[in-house]
């Protein structure tokens, strides 16, 4: 039996869970566009914004979750360069680990 990658919706879990643990503050941040009652397209959130928004040791932190594969699209390239032109700090992680490792650096500065 072949051992399946983790999806990024599990990871995206995972890594809540985590926050959650922690007692981090943070926000799921959901953007897209759906269809209302009369089938007129909506639009939410900021195209390119991360998926959560934290409030680290008093900074602001973006993070991406992405699966084993995944790569960041030009509108979340922007976003994560927007975020550290403004002095926040953007991540990409992959795994609850990548998340542990990456908090940790921001302690230690």
Known sequence: ???RAPREK?????VRQYL?????????NNSGALRDASN???RFGQPGSADLILCHN??????????????????????????RAAGGVAL????VEELI???????GS
Do not use: N, T
């Open 58 to 83: 008093g900074r602001f932190v973006s993070v991406e979750v992405k699966g084993p594969a995944g790569r960041l699209s030009e509108a979340q390239l922007y976003w994560a360069g927007s975020v």
């Open 40 to 42: 007129r397209p909506v």
């Open 10 to 14: 599990d990871i995206l879990r995972a």
């Open 92 to 95: 990409v992680v992959r795994s």
């Open 101 to 107: 490792h990456e908090l940790a650096l921001l302690e």
């Open 20 to 28: 959650d643990l922690r007692r981090v503050l943070y926000l799921r």
């Open 1 to 3: 039996m072949a051992i």
